[in-house]
């Protein structure tokens, strides 16, 4: 099993048939986890030229980019950069640091109007001299601003599928192009979403039974708690799909994210003492195959506990105190357990959670799919702009 999945607190509801019509599982968001046709489009002579260039932008804003900072985490490959901030000085940092003749950019946008990502194109075609062959887009194929820049410097401009929203997009090429630029296979992430659709949906149903029973108990904010630096960014990705995805209605969970093992000595307070409005999820990775041990001279008698500890089981140690400490004090806690960070296991922890969310909305009974607010958000922002308000 690519990930394991452990509910810790007694729970006192008895939830059936979670997923109800099933027929939502067709969605192509998850659906599309079996395909391969899809992926063709990595074979094309001009992306496979593009894919030549020695470093990599990336430009896009939440799920247009958080799917594929956490794939980029598996490698971590030091030629890949993500752009999601219009900071000023965070893109003229960015700008000065590369060399523009070595670089390719990837512009996503399911719309084609997305204010930030269009600005900082603007920004890299100034910055850019030769233009040809520099870009390649992703976008839906409609006459957007961004498909009219494409089309301008005669750029490769790939599909975004019409049915498949932001956030739940990283089985798509959003997520699939971004894997191979960080040297991750694309069919092995699929093929971990593929295990969790088909052979584990009741830990799906399990993991929903338990965000039901605090959604319940109206305990509003929900903390991953994080003890794997590989998985930093996924709990990115996972705010934005349970804050888009709940958040509506007047309903909603918060998600809040915690990182182990710093987090102990600044949030956990709070957690312990505070408000009993908090649930858990915590995630931990096995790394002890690459710990050591801290064995010298400075290892004094007051730090005998420590001797013959790898730097592994010490990080155990705190994780599973952490979990101990809020165990104690009664919160509802769960553990999701996983060896080391692949992109099989990537893969199934995206399908997870995608499946989980949406079978939570469907008990609160709010469109998992849409983000209404987040648009009239938009449209705000280009008025402004427009009426030159700011």
Not at 21 to 34: A, E, R, V, Y
Not at 117 to 142: G, P, S, W
Not at 202 to 213: A, N, R, Y
Not at 326 to 333: F, G, P, R, W
């Amino acid at each position: 099993m690519l990930i394991k999945q452990s509910i810790l607190s007694p729970s006192e509801f008895q939830w059936k048939n979670c997923f109800g019509n099933t027929d939502w599982l067709m969605q192509d968001c998850f659906s599309i986890s079996k395909c391969t046709k899809d992926l063709e489009i990595l074979g094309n002579p001009r992306l496979k030229k593009w894919l030549r260039h020695k470093n990599f932008v990336i430009f896009g804003i939440g799920g247009s980019s958080l799917g594929g900072q956490c794939i980029h985490e598996i490698t971590r490959s030091n030629n890949v950069r993500f752009a999601e901030s219009l900071d000023p000085t965070t893109l003229q940092k960015m700008f000065s640091d590369i060399n523009p003749d070595e670089t390719g950019f990837l512009c996503i946008s399911k719309s084609g109007e997305t204010l930030e990502t269009i600005c900082q194109i603007l920004l890299a075609l100034d910055f850019i001299k030769e233009k040809e062959d520099k870009f390649v887009f992703i976008t839906e194929n409609k006459l957007s601003p961004l498909r009219k820049i494409a089309n301008e410097l005669n750029s490769l401009c790939i599909d975004h599928p019409k049915t498949i929203g932001g956030r739940f997009s990283v089985f798509s090429i959003v997520g699939m192009l971004p894997a191979l630029i960080c040297g991750v296979d694309p069919t092995k992430i699929r093929s971990g979403g593929k295990q969790i659709l088909e052979n584990h949906l009741e830990k799906i149903e399990e993991g929903s039974f338990f965000m039901i029973e605090n959604f319940q108990k109206k305990r509003s904010q929900h903390v991953a708690f994080i003890y794997t630096d590989k998985l930093i960014k996924f709990g990115a990705w996972l705010a934005q799909l349970y804050a888009e995805s709940t958040g509506k209605n007047g309903l909603g969970i918060t998600p809040l994210t915690a990182i182990g093992t710093q987090d102990q000595h600044s949030q956990l307070q709070l957690y312990l003492d505070g408000n009993e409005d908090k649930y858990f999820t915590f995630f931990f990775e096995n790394q002890e195959s690459k710990s050591c041990i801290a064995q010298n001279k400075y290892l004094l008698p007051e730090l005998s506990y420590l001797e013959n500890k790898t730097t592994g089981s010490i990080f155990k140690a705190q994780y599973t105190a952490t979990m101990t400490s809020l165990l104690e004090k009664k919160c509802s806690v769960r553990k999701i357990e996983v060896p080391e960070i692949s992109p099989e296991v990537m893969g199934a922890l995206f399908m997870h959670f995608m499946l989980e969310v949406v079978c939570v909305c469907k008990f609160m009974e709010v469109d998992p799919f849409s983000q209404p607010a987040v648009e009239y958000g938009k449209i705000l922002a280009k008025k402004m702009l427009s009426e030159s308000l700011c």
